[in-house]
Structures are given as structure tokens and as C-alpha cells.
């Protein structure tokens, strides 16, 4: 069942686009290619307003099959799963883009299933982040995680945000009026999770970044609830990054010294206030 509340403001989503570092042979090149996150652009360019797709979907797959993101515009949330990138709009329609859709900011990877486990009584956000930084303790809170978790959610709660017109407002202006909040219930599906270390906090969100998607691709968005009594999750930890920067007027003209932290948690929890 959907219930629909419309506020307003804007949930973009993120994304890494990740390369080999290795110059070495060709097969630990390829190798380490896969243990990277591949980053488009910084989270603070696009929280100041730069919402130019610079790279294609076409592109992006070839970066990874797994991500999380935002389109051209701010046109909806960008969730790649099993390499297919999907679009959850403003409207809460979702569908899978073709490969000329522009991409200005997504994280993405080619999703290894390293270790997996069952989480079980998640509650709230707050709890499915505590289950989820014990393993970050474990395995070391200086790498890179992906994460996949599939399971039925009795509650869970997206958002989405309106396409954008130019000139482009900075996004906490946007989450002011057009952002769209979606609700379900006892609905199957599957949430792909970022988590970036603490000293990304110049390029990205620190800590965990979910976006939703279900097994029927009709719901979808930026995940900031959810409610569930076990869920399934595989990771993927990686310790390589890279980065592709755009190159507009609007861009290269930013002060990205300032500091955008409030900006930014904003973004993460929807609240446009």
C-alpha cells in the first residue's frame, strides 16, 4: 500500500566512479578495478546547484553495476542494481533509463560479494546503521563499503525530487519546495548502501547513504526510514577510489572550500526546514 505526502525539497542521491589505480599486470589491473568506487563529480558540487550530466548512463555502466546517484536536472534518484540504472522521479513513477540519459553526480562499483549476514528487528534508520557500523568496526572504518540488502520491509519511506529549471538553485533551496516523500508498506525489495570513511568529507556524505528500489521496479527513491523484521545483506568492501570531475563554467567557478555540512545532512534526512 502507498501513501504519498508532498513537501518539498530534494533528495539527490550520490555516486563514485572508481578506476584501477595498478599499473601493473593487466590482470591485477582488472582486479582492482573491481575494488573501487567510481565517483562522478563531489556531493558539494551538486549541493551548490550543479546538476549538468556530464558523463552517460552508457558510461557509467562501464564504471559499475551497482550505485546510487542523481540525473541531469536533478531529475529523479539514480539506483543501479544488477546494471541496470532505474530512475525513481518526482512523481513516484520508475523506470530504467536508456544510455543517453546524462548522469552529473553517482557512485558506483562492480558488486563483489565478499561476506554476507542476516540482520533481523531493524526498527528505524538509526538501528539498521548501528547493525550495520559493527561490521564497519570490524573490517576497518578507513575503506569503502557497498552494500546490498534484500529482504520485505513492512515500512519503508523514500523521497524524490521535481526536475530542476535553470538557472539551477543550490539544492538546500531546492528541498525548500520540491521534494515529494513516498510511504509503503509490506513492500519486497532492495536497498543498495554507501558508506564512505570519515576523511571523504570534502567529496562526499561521510558514514551511510541509502537509496530503495523494489522487486516489482515500481517504487523507489532516496531511503531515509524504514521499518523490517530481517533483511539479507551482502557487502563489498573496496580500498580504491576515483573520481571524474566535470568541466562546466558552473563548476570550475565554485568555492568548494565552504563548508557545507548542515547543507548536506539536510539532504541526507529530508528535512527542508
Known sequence: ?????????????????????????KEEATTTGRESINQVSLLQGLTLGDYYGSLSAKDVKALGDTGIGTFDGLNGELIMVDGVIYRAAGDG???AVSDTETIPFCDVTFFDNDVSQTITDIQDIASL????????????GNRFYMVRIDGTFKEMNVRSELAQAEPYDPLAKVLET??????YTDVKGTIVGLFCPQYMDRLNAVGWHFHFISDDRKSAGHMFDLKCD???????YTDGFSMVLPDNDMFNGFDLTVDQSDDIKRVETGDGN
Open 93 to 95: 513513477s520508475v523506470e
Open 178 to 183: 520540491d521534494q515529494t516523500f513516498f510511504d
Open 230 to 236: 530481517s533483511a539479507e545483506v551482502k557487502w563489498d
Open 129 to 140: 546503521k548501528a547493525a550495520l557500523d559493527e561490521k564497519v568496526k570490524e573490517y576497518g
Open 1 to 25: 500500500m502507498l501513501k504519498v505526502r508532498t513537501t518539498v525539497g530534494v533528495v539527490i542521491t550520490l555516486s563514485l566512479l572508481i578506476m584501477s589505480l595498478s599499473a601493473c599486470k
